[in-house]
């Protein structure tokens, strides 16, 4: 930090180093997984659905940590906090209308184009 | 802290100024962290939607058929360059170099602008073919996810503007340091939010 800056470090406001850092890993993890489905490098889908989900976690957490600069000690930890409830939030949102509507769908009767027609 | 003191000296212990406004400083920060989770909410709300009807096609279009890789790509690449620009204008911002940090701010407000243009141009095409918002379940919840988190940008991009004219009237003073930070928290979850966008819809869309 330079000699302008004399308020304490409530907020970290990051370094050009971390900045690149991040930059670097988020380039890689975002190339990664477009290579993946761009040349379909793994047959299986199932697979690669996998993998890029797992490319996007870590991608997620380098932004939050890098860019956002998210650690335990900002604001006394309360920014974190606020993080950790939103993503418990939304991970109970997400999943959540994804396995009632999933089994909705499974339980309804089966319909096809023929039968929204009227037939 | 032990008791001996005397009341007087406590007293003025509790007024220093100088953390009254660091106080300031730091609640505007976690207060503008706590919208931008209430805004993280959102969208996943608008991605619990895409992804239960995000395969009901409706006998229409399927993400194969419309989604073009290439476009993402390099959509992707200018929200991620802009991502790093802006960090060069934060930190030429507190080490008080007005010019670097408008000619920064100017760099990632042309990617963000970029970014933007690539998306119309992708919306425009998908509803020339037909692929509108009212053709399938699947491309209303897209639109909506997509185009959100477009305006989100497209917001960030007027706030850049104001920023410009901001630090051009009064210089790096406290207040728009202040504001530089927020916007900056604003303009990363977007980036953070992009991620789950072209992994979730685009690459998850042509995979299946």
Redesign the interface.
């Known amino acids: 930090?330079?000699a302008?800056?004399t308020?304490?470090d409530?907020?970290d406001?990051?370094?050009?180093r971390g900045?690149?850092i991040?930059?670097l890993l988020?380039?890689v993890l975002?190339a990664i997984?477009?290579w993946l489905?761009?040349n379909h490098v793994i047959a299986d889908?199932q697979a690669?659905?996998l993998a890029?989900?797992a490319?996007?976690f870590v991608?997620?957490i380098v932004?939050?940590i890098f860019?956002?600069h998210v650690n335990t000690r900002?604001?006394g930890g309360?920014?974190l906090m606020?993080?950790i409830?939103?993503v418990v939030?939304?991970a109970i949102?997400?999943s959540?209308?994804?396995w009632i509507?999933y089994h909705l769908n499974s339980n309804m009767m089966p319909m096809t184009?023929g039968d929204m027609t009227g037939h | 802290m032990t008791t001996h003191a005397d009341t007087d000296i406590d007293r003025d212990a509790f007024y220093v100024t100088e953390e009254e406004h660091?106080d300031a400083?730091?609640a505007t920060?976690?207060g503008f962290?706590?919208y931008l989770?209430s805004d993280?909410?959102i969208f996943?709300?608008l991605?619990?939607?895409y992804?239960?009807l995000g395969t009901s096609y409706?006998?229409g279009p399927a993400p194969r058929q419309i989604f073009e890789?290439?476009l993402v790509?390099l959509n992707?690449?200018f929200l991620?360059l802009s991502?790093?620009t802006f960090?060069?204008a934060?930190?030429d911002s507190?080490?008080?170099k007005v010019r670097s940090t408008q000619v920064w701010l100017v760099i990632t407000a042309l990617f963000g602008i970029a970014f933007v243009g690539v998306e119309l141009h992708e919306f425009a095409g998908l509803i020339a073919e037909g692929a509108t918002p009212q053709r399938s379940a699947f491309l209303s919840a897209f639109f909506t996810l997509v185009g959100t988190h477009g305006l989100h940008v497209s917001f960030g991009l007027v706030w850049i503007a104001v920023m410009l004219v901001q630090i051009g009237q009064r210089g790096l003073i406290p207040a728009n340091k202040r504001r530089l930070?927020c916007l900056g928290?604003f303009w990363?979850?977007l980036?953070?939010v992009w991620?789950?966008v072209?992994?979730?819809v685009y690459?998850?869309g042509?995979?299946?």
Do not use: K
């Open positions: 930090m330079s302008s800056e308020t304490h409530h907020a406001h990051g370094t050009r900045y690149l991040g930059f988020s380039a975002t997984p477009f489905v761009m889908a690669t659905a890029i989900f490319f996007a991608q997620i932004h939050t860019f956002l900002s604001e309360w920014t606020a993080l409830f939103t939030i939304i949102v997400i959540g209308s994804l509507m184009a | 660091h400083d730091g920060a976690l962290w706590i989770m993280a909410l996943a709300t991605f619990a939607a992804g239960v409706a006998g890789l290439p790509a992707t690449t991620l991502s790093i960090g060069m934060a930190i507190h080490a008080g930070m928290m990363h979850l980036d953070v991620i789950g072209f992994t979730f690459l998850l042509v995979v299946r």
